[in-house]
């Protein structure tokens, strides 16, 4: 049983999708070791209270919640037309908010869609042109005006589901996220995927109707898979395409970069072409290798053994650079936090670095820079000038 598979069959039985057997499996691992305590953190108290109208303040208050899944092996589950699939990928371990999206999605009513775009929130493009806006920072349930696509975001997590659907024809969405923010996406098979500051991805509210499962990708995402070998799951890039055979893995495709990166972390992923997407010649990687493609040099991939904490320490709120040019940090740095950066010393572009800041601020980490190489910087608005050392 792994940590995806419980997950997966608390979120089912979240939502009165699991069966007899789920049932009695979530019913054998709670009662397991510390799984108690970890089940009430998945599940969260707001979901009892409600949901069970009953609290787990008391060891025999839970041990009868316990009953009550024992008690459901033996009657039919009733099945929902959606499967708003729920799990967040943050620091070591995955904290579900599965409870929040239910009340949300069936007791919060919607609410108004602005009118006006504020170019700090972020942007979800639903297939039929219409524009939500989201703030991360706040949970909301959106419906659209025009279809019916119902759109939650819950504590960072965004999820939607579909009133009607077209049979036959998937619905893609594009979201978008600003400089400064970040925001999590679980897809209706179940996958998470968290999406970086300046990243953008389409996707289909349903791959149902696909042979595949496909998402496009801008910018940087820390993707986990859930597992379908009758439907392969792929990344695509402007450069590259990742077609996924395990489950964790972190795509890097910034248009302002120099080459764009995959690093897996566990499981099997093989990368390849976008210009020759069809073919079979793909790259395979192993857990702790990265595959680059430096832009300018064809479909040439490098492929080497790294520590994977750098790549995706951004996924836990932790700015981490090894051995960087001061060039490709600064536009990290702009990304991370939404500050426009004009470098006047030229010199300092290819001067490396190495450094890792957990929610520092950005004179934090500027001044750290400076002790190991001389420049001065100056603030001006929403900007920062970085000139020559002044002189003594």
Known sequence: MTKLDIRRIITRYINQEASQEE???LYEWVKKGNNKEVFKKLVQADYLVNYEDRSWQSEA???????????????KVRSLNTRPYLWKYAAIITIMVGSSLFFLLNQQPPVDIPMEIDPNLITLQLDNGEVLTLDPDSDATLQSKKGGTVVSLVKGMLTQREETEVKGRAKHNTIKVPYGKKISVTLQDGSTVLLNSGSS???PSSFEAMDNREVTLVGEAFFEVAKNPDKPFFVRTDKMYTRVFGTVFNVSAYGEDLSTAVVLVEGSVGVGSSLDAGSDGLQMLLPSQKASNTYGEGGAFTVEDVDVSPYISWTKGVLAFENEPMGEIIKRLQRQYNIRIENRYGELDQRRFTGMFDEEDIDRVLRTIQAHTHFSYEKQDNQ???NKPNKQ
């Open 23 to 25: 049932l009695a499996i």
């Open 61 to 75: 208050a839970f041990e009868n919640f316990l009953h009550t899944i024992k008690e459901r092996e033996d009657k």
């Open 201 to 203: 991805m389409t996707y």
């Open 384 to 386: 920062i000038i970085i």
